[in-house]
Nanobody, 123 residues
Framework: QVQVVESGGGLVQPGGSLGLSCVTS?????????MGWYRQAPGKRRELVGA???????KYVDTVKGRFTISRDNAKKTVFLQMNNLTPDDTAVYYC????????????????WGQGTQVTVSS
């Protein structure tokens, strides 16, 4: 069983930056889980933003490459999403996910999901 809790959402102006955190609680070794960030904008399908493997390798959707960075602190059982140069198109609810299987993390079917945190990019 894994509990996933996101924090750090809010309102930011276009061109600004925001950092999200995701703390997990599990009796398992956190390092056995791949972690992912998804987002869902109003009226749109949920999409993968990016993911980080157990060993730290990362993958990003093309629209955020060069702007977003995912990292993890295994000792703190926490994963981070640093978002820079934000645009209104980044407005969405952001979800943190966890799964021991990579194909589920990047395939839209992670087993564990957080409740989501709202990110709004607006002037």
């Amino acid at each position: 069983q894994v509990q996933v809790v996101e924090s750090g959402g809010g309102l930011v102006q276009p061109g600004g930056s925001l950092g999200l955190s995701c703390v997990t609680s599990t009796s398992d070794d956190f390092e056995t889980y791949h972690m992912g960030w998804y987002r869902q904008a109003p009226g749109k399908r949920r999409e993968l933003v990016g993911a980080i493997e157990k060993d730290g390798n990362t993958k990003y959707v093309d629209t955020v490459k060069g702007r977003f960075t995912i990292s993890r602190d295994n000792a703190k059982k926490t994963v981070f999403l640093q978002m820079n140069n934000l645009t209104p198109d980044d407005t969405a609810v952001y979800y943190c996910t966890a799964d021991p299987l990579w194909f589920r993390i990047v395939g839209g079917q992670p087993y564990y999901w957080g409740q989501g945190t709202q990110v709004t990019v607006s002037s």
